[in-house]
């Protein structure tokens, strides 16, 4: 799954229907997101402001934060993940956090310390695939909406755990800056995450997925 951001869906608006120029960054900046809990589980309590990821009925993983505190049913209700979705689940609440995240909102959580940084791809035929499938670098005249990196896309060494605690890596971002920026897009990883000390990290060619038709 990948999600678009409020920012970048204005400025393509604006581009596309309003007359007004939009440069898009020659580099964009990839970075891992953390929630508080890793994957839901079952029969389990959570407290208001927890944050779990979850693969739902659409085959991505999402972002859920717990909305009234409670503990999860042993067997899971139907997750459909639908943006904003609000679930029950036991006696505990989750609610889909497309919409916070889109805006940049507080449950956009990047990992930090311990020697991470962003990695950062250039835009260009050659790193990018095109819609027609991975590894392509003619211009894209495909029918799946989506694109992938055709290089490898590498994090640095890292010196300590980039989790504390509970915390897991469940998804990334894309950025228009090394530090700060904008937003530019975001999805969840097709499985949490938990890096530590010297882990290799990067997504290899064709596991960067950007699908250009979600949320």
């Known amino acids: 799954m990948s999600g678009i951001s409020n920012y970048l869906a204005n400025k393509e608006a604006d581009w596309e229907l309003r007359g007004q120029a939009f440069t898009p960054p020659s580099t964009v900046y990839v970075a891992l997101l953390l929630c508080s809990k890793g994957p839901l589980a079952r029969s389990t309590a959570y407290s208001v402001g927890d944050t779990v990821s979850n693969i739902d009925a659409d085959g991505y993983n999402h972002l859920y934060a717990c909305t ?3 503990t999860t049913a ?3 209700p139907s997750y459909p993940g639908n943006t904003a979705e609000v679930i029950t689940d036991g006696t505990a609440v989750f609610t889909e956090q497309d919409d916070v995240l889109a ?3 507080a449950t956009m959580v990047e990992v930090s310390g311990n020697g991470y940084a962003r990695a ?4 260009s035929l050659t790193n990018w695939s095109g819609t ?5 670098t003619a211009a894209s005249s495909g029918t799946t909406a989506a694109i992938s990196n055709n290089i490898a896309v590498n994090f640095p060494t890292p010196t300590g755990a980039w989790e504390t605690g509970s915390q897991q890596i469940w998804g990334f ?3 228009d800056a090394a530090t700060g920026g904008n937003l530019l897009r975001f999805g969840g990883l097709s499985a949490d995450q938990i890096v530590n000390t010297g882990n290799t ?3 290899a060619a064709g596991q960067l997925a950007i699908k ?3 949320r």
């Open 68 to 70: 009234t505190a409670g």
């Open 74 to 76: 042993a067997s899971a």
């Open 103 to 105: 805006a940049d909102g």
């Open 120 to 123: 950062s791809i250039s835009g």
């Open 132 to 136: 027609q499938g991975s590894g392509s």
């Open 173 to 175: 971002a894309t950025f």
């Open 201 to 203: 990290v990067s997504f």
């Open 212 to 214: 250009f038709d979600k």
